[in-house]
Each structure stands twice: as structure tokens, then as C-alpha cells.
């Protein structure tokens, strides 16, 4: 069974910039979520989807992120524009039933210079 | 503020012994805990959960739980070089399905 992957698995941009992160959940998995590390720092929630809906986005920082799960598979992240501070390793995660056990992919580090 | 905080480390303990890493949390009513592996430039990768108090044990790696001291901890048995990584203990909170992680433990086995 494949597992989640991401892409890109790194992403250098410049301010002000656009940058869109994929994630492809493990199959059948209806509970998606996305997720940031920023350096030093621990992993921190952005949102959840079920299937195609946003579930809980409590955790996205400002308006300039834009997340869409178009058909409740895969799913995108939109940073626009981009600053300084976006820098970090997005991580999504996927799971099924009650979502607590959740199964992360390899991340993509993004870097805003 | 939910927290959950752990020891950075590294912890640094000698092939073949027992590494014993510990996770505390500030939700009283956190009914989930997990103890997530992750190697360098790697995805997290689960490998515990607990969601009662006293004991799990699985192969080589024990969690504990004290929900009444808010502790929960990870033992690794007989330990290898391939163990070392950095291990993130993650809490779920009453009502909700979201986990909060600590920054994680750097844990270095050597031969």
C-alpha cells in the first residue's frame, strides 16, 4: 500500500511569490490534514479535511494560504504571496475512522527568501 | 494553551541498553497519546499509541500512561543504532481529534 507523498520534496522561492504544495493521501483515507514545522519549532496543525470539506481550518495563519481537496482526494496548499516567515516543513497526514492515528508524509521544506 | 513538552535531548544511551524517553502534557482531559519515530529529512512515522493507563508493549518499545500525573513515556528495549532518531510525542485532547506534538527527543544509540 502506497503511502502519503508530497511534492514538491523541496521548494526555494523568493518573496512574493506563489507556492503550491501537493499532498496524495494513502487511499480510502477521508481525513486529510496539513501541518508546519517551522525551525526549532514543533509541528503545528494548519486544518483538516474530510473528503472534500474543510472540517476544522483553525490553524491556518492568515488569508494567504489557501488549501483546497478538490474531489476529496488529493489535496493542494497554496501559499500566496509568500513571506519570510512561511519557511518550514509542511507535512500532510492521512488517516481513516475517527482520524487519531495519523500517517504523515516525507514533508516539503519550503524556503521563502 | 494545550502544551506538551519534552526533552530535547539528544539522549545519548549505548547499544543494547534501555532508552527511556518522557513526554509531559498540560490538558488534564487529553484521552490520546502517541509516540511518533522520525528519521532525518524523513516523515514521521507511528509507532505507539495509548489511550489507557498502565502499560503497552510492543516488541522492543513500551509506552506508559499516568493520566493522574499527566506523564507518558516510551521505552525502548535492547537498543540499536538503527533507534536513533528523534521521537515526537503527540497528545490528543477531550474533543478533539487533533494532535498537539512536542518539539521531540534526539535519541543517539552507539555501538
Known amino acids: 500500500e502506497a503511502g502519503v507523498t508530497q511534492f514538491p520534496s523541496h521548494s526555494v522561492i523568493e518573496k512574493g511569490q506563489t507556492v503550491t504544495l501537493r499532498c496524495d493521501p494513502i487511499?480510502?483515507?477521508?481525513?486529510l490534514y496539513w501541518y508546519r514545522r517551522v525551525m526549532g519549532k514543533e509541528i503545528k496543525f494548519l486544518l483538516h479535511f474530510v473528503k472534500e470539506s474543510k472540517q476544522d481550518e483553525s490553524g491556518m495563519p492568515n488569508n494567504r494560504f489557501l488549501a483546497e481537496r478538490t474531489g476529496g482526494t488529493y489535496s493542494t496548499l497554496k501559499v500566496q504571496p509568500a513571506e519570510l516567515e512561511d519557511s518550514g516543513v509542511y507535512f500532510c497526514?492521512?488517516?481513516?475512522?475517527?482520524?487519531?492515528?495519523?500517517?504523515f508524509g516525507p514533508g516539503t521544506r519550503l524556503t521563502v527568501l | 494553551q494545550k502544551e506538551v513538552e519534552q526533552n530535547s535531548g539528544p539522549l545519548s544511551v549505548p547499544e543494547g541498553a534501555i532508552a527511556s524517553l518522557n513526554c509531559t502534557y498540560s490538558?488534564?482531559?487529553?484521552?490520546?497519546f502517541f509516540w511518533y519515530r522520525q528519521y532525518s529529512g524523513k516523515s514521521p512515522e507511528l509507532i505507539m499509541s495509548?489511550?489507557?493507563?498502565g502499560d503497552k508493549e510492543d516488541g522492543r518499545f513500551t509506552a506508559q500512561l499516568n493520566k493522574a500525573s499527566q506523564y507518558v513515556s516510551l521505552l525502548i528495549r535492547d537498543s540499536q543504532p538503527s533507534d536513533s532518531a528523534t521521537y515526537l510525542c503527540a497528545v490528543i485532547g477531550g474533543g478533539s481529534y487533533i494532535p498537539t506534538f512536542g518539539r521531540g527527543t534526539s535519541l543517539i544509540v552507539h555501538p
Open positions: 495509548i489511550y489507557s493507563n
Open positions: 487511499s480510502g483515507h477521508d481525513n
Open positions: 490538558d488534564r482531559v487529553s484521552q490520546s
Open positions: 497526514a492521512s488517516s481513516h475512522g475517527d482520524g487519531r492515528e495519523q500517517f
